[in-house]
């Protein structure tokens, strides 16, 4: 994702965006109205470099009405790396001490943790390596980061609790990191590679963490893309490869393909998947055939309502839901984990 065709077709791609997408400018948060119960989609838009936040709805997206937006400026306290942010690949939220954050990396180095909707200095930045290309990040109960990079191999743990820069870690090996979720309910950091998954205690102290393993299972196909939990199956999660959509079942070690829509959700090209508490509405990222960048796209999609949300002449690499897994409001029916064993 770093070559130098990468960059011109992003240049290319930029000059084809619309002005308000390039140009605009938005409050740090903007109230909605949305029409579907103010339901909100974060991208990683890559050919302006941006974070944008949107209502999940078809005139938002047809009128690039964006709600937020986030990157590295020197105003927001990230000058010095302005160099290090390029190729954004993740946007989550998540909360701590009452505060909500947005988690995101890019791939020429930049990993952050930004508040929300300030936007303003953040709790923690690094730049851990445009080699290493940063694929995910996920905040710790503890309050460190965990960061996972597809070419660099690996995944670490930043001991973000001792300060916003600061740049000691635990490491440990993962061929292909692209995915990381932390899993309150069994205190576990699932880390998903290239070729399988892995289940790791944290253990130590904030300022030492110590990493150990705890379950390693091989991915039913190659190349694992995204990792993120199941909202309407507690206990699960959602894992993407180069060629599928699965949920895998911890209690069972099984990546499962038995969710509703799997048929229509299971395809080639899955850079994202989520779906929503309440609803169950899948939220996909597939690669767009013709679109300037070959491994992004211009549309999301809504499984559930069979809807298309297209920004026109974006380049998306991700897209999520914007809720946080720990404090999002649980489908009726048995709590968190219910019918999923706990790892030892």
Known sequence: ?????????SAALAAALPAILLNGTTPAYAASNGPHGGERIVVTEQATGQILLLDADRQSWRNAKVLWRWRPSVSNGLGDL??????????????????????????????AVVPYPQGGRAYWAADVGRRANPHSVELLPDGNVAVVASHGDWLRVYTASEGPRASSYAQFDLRSGHGVFWDGQDELL??????????????????????????????????????QPVATRPGRLWVTTDTGVYQYSPSRDEFLQDYPGADRISVAGVKSVGDLPRTGEVLTAVIQRGNLCTWCTDSVTLGNRGQNLTLHGAQIYKARWWIDPATRTRPGGPGPGAGEARLP
């Open 1 to 9: 994702m770093l070559s130098t065709r990468s960059r011109l077709l």
């Open 82 to 111: 302005m160099g290090a942010w390029g190729l954004p690949d993740e946007a989550k939220l998540r909360h701590r001490r009452g505060q909500a954050y947005l988690l995101t990396a890019g791939s020429y180095g930049l990993a």
């Open 190 to 227: 699932w880390a998903l590679g290239g070729r399988e998954l892995v289940a790791l205690r944290v253990e130590g102290r904030p300022d030492r963490p110590v990493l150990r393993e705890v379950r390693r299972t091989a991915l039913p196909s190659r190349n694992g893309h995204d990792l």
